[in-house]
């Protein structure tokens, strides 16, 4: 982000869609989280961080969140 706390980014995805179909993601929550998601590998020690991995991905805190919406002008 920069200073003011802002993203801008954009990219390419083969497997999701704007458009009708079953990957089509409109309508669809987005969550930010505060780290990388570990895909529920849960290589650790702790086992309280395994059963966690499971579950979340140990991706951290939330940071935003939101709706996947179609604006049209």
Avoid: M, P, W
């Amino acid at each position: 982000s920069d200073s003011e706390g802002k993203v801008r980014t954009s990219f390419l995805d083969d497997k999701i869609s704007l458009f009708r179909g079953d990957n089509c993601i409109i309508e669809r929550g987005l969550v930010i989280h505060e780290g990388e998601d570990d895909h529920g590998i849960g290589i650790y020690e702790d086992e309280k961080k395994i059963e966690e991995s499971k579950k979340t991905g140990n991706a951290g805190k939330r940071i935003a969140c939101g709706t996947i919406e179609r604006i049209f002008d």
